[in-house]
């Protein structure tokens, strides 16, 4: 089975035939699972977001064009399989981002970004305060749980947050006078 290629195995796919969706599911597992586990270190959570994706690629893997790669396809419905499955914590994400001692970021700033465009500056932050903040704002850990998970002092948790909450601060702003000035 191993055999077939790419266009073999997506025209396969097309008539919705069994054995060529578990060959192409096991072909691009491995990369999509990384995707999936960029946002989350919970594997079970990744898991789902991952099957989510491959039940919409097959679904839609009709309208596949062959312009660009397949695994970009496939990994651009498991990106948005991603922010599908967070979109439910955009409202915890925001009120996180509200909270506490920080000054807070205008509502109407928020309004006028998208889930989409709020992930991205995310990723833009150093990988720590990332995995923090990601931690923290979208799974829902405490700083000691997050201490003992990425073997760092509970103080240095709240620091990742604290600089994650300035930058995306800072992008929010940016984002916005962006957004007015073009209008």
Same mark, same amino acid.
């Given at each position: 089975?191993?055999?077939?290629?790419?266009?073999? @195995?997506?025209?396969?796919?097309? +008539?919705?035939?069994?054995?060529?969706?578990?060959?192409?599911? +096991?072909?691009?597992?491995?990369?999509?699972?990384?995707?999936?586990?960029?946002?989350?270190?919970?594997?079970?959570?990744?898991?789902? !977001?991952?099957?989510?994706?491959?039940?919409?690629?097959?679904?839609? @893997?009709?309208?596949?064009?062959?312009?660009?790669?397949?695994? =970009?396809? &496939?990994?651009?419905?498991?990106?948005?399989?991603?922010?599908?499955?967070?979109?439910?914590?955009?409202?915890?994400?925001?009120?996180?981002?509200?909270?506490? +001692?920080?000054?807070?970021?205008?509502?109407?700033?928020? =309004?006028?970004?998208?889930?989409?465009?709020?992930?991205?500056? &995310?990723?833009?932050?150093?990988?720590?305060?990332?995995?923090?903040? !990601?931690?923290?704002?979208?799974?829902?850990?405490?700083?000691?749980? @997050?201490?003992?998970?990425?073997?760092?002092?509970?103080?240095?948790?709240?620091?990742?947050?604290?600089?994650?909450?300035?930058?995306?601060?800072?992008?929010?702003?940016?984002?916005?006078?962006?957004?007015?000035?073009?209008?």
């Amino acid at each position: 089975m191993s055999n077939y290629t790419e266009k073999e @195995i997506i025209e396969g796919c097309v +008539r919705n035939e069994r054995s060529f969706q578990e060959l192409l599911y +096991r072909r691009h597992f491995a990369i999509m699972m990384g995707i999936a586990l960029r946002y989350t270190k919970d594997r079970d959570i990744a898991m789902q !977001i991952v099957n989510n994706g491959f039940l919409k690629v097959f679904k839609r @893997i009709d309208t596949f064009s062959y312009k660009g790669s397949f695994e =970009g396809w &496939v990994k651009r419905i498991i990106y948005h399989s991603v922010s599908d499955y967070f979109k439910g914590s955009a409202k915890q994400l925001r009120f996180l981002m509200l909270e506490d +001692r920080d000054d807070t970021v205008s509502e109407e700033a928020l =309004g006028n970004l998208y889930y989409e465009d709020l992930m991205n500056m &995310v990723e833009l932050l150093p990988p720590a305060t990332k995995e923090v903040f !990601i931690l923290y704002a979208i799974e829902g850990f405490n700083h000691r749980e @997050i201490g003992e998970k990425l073997g760092i002092s509970d103080g240095t948790s709240k620091w990742h947050l604290s600089a994650a909450r300035k930058q995306l601060k800072k992008s929010i702003e940016k984002n916005n006078k962006l957004k007015s000035n073009a209008s």
